[in-house]
Nanobody, 118 residues
Framework: QVQLVESGGGLVQPGGSMRLSCAASGSIFSINAMGWYRQAPGKQRESVAAITSGGSTHYADSVKGRFTIARDNAKNAVYLQMNSLKPEDTAVYYC????????????WGQGTQVTVSS
């Protein structure tokens, strides 16, 4: 099992920055990739950014050039640096850990609210 705990959400003005953190514990060695998803009211959960165990990163088109995902293997943590925030970035952000193989498993954090508003 893997446990994920997010932190760093809150209220920020348009154009501002915020960093989300996700601390992972448990069977970390089995994780192939970690990432961030978000879900806005009335919308489906969507992938925002991901980073593989090899360090490859992937971003949704809507956040490319504004968001940066990074991981600290020593701390078992993954971060999402969000710059130039827009009101449409408002959502609950979830940390995700994915374990591949014959029986893929997704692990989720509890979510943290990010609100971009003046």
């Amino acid at each position: 099992q893997v446990q994920l705990v997010e932190s760093g959400g809150g209220l920020v003005q348009p154009g501002g920055s915020m960093r989300l953190s996700c601390a992972a514990s448990g069977s970390i060695f089995s994780i192939n990739a970690m990432g961030w998803y978000r879900q806005a009211p009335g919308k489906q959960r969507e992938s925002v950014a991901a980073i593989t165990s090899g360090g490859s990163t992937h971003y949704a088109d809507s956040v490319k050039g504004r968001f940066t995902i990074a991981r600290d293997n020593a701390k078992n943590a993954v971060y999402l640096q969000m710059n130039s925030l827009k009101p449409e970035d408002t959502a609950v952000y979830y940390c995700n850990a994915w374990r591949g193989g014959l029986l893929p498993v997704d692990y989720w954090g509890q979510g943290t609210q990010v609100t971009v508003s003046s």
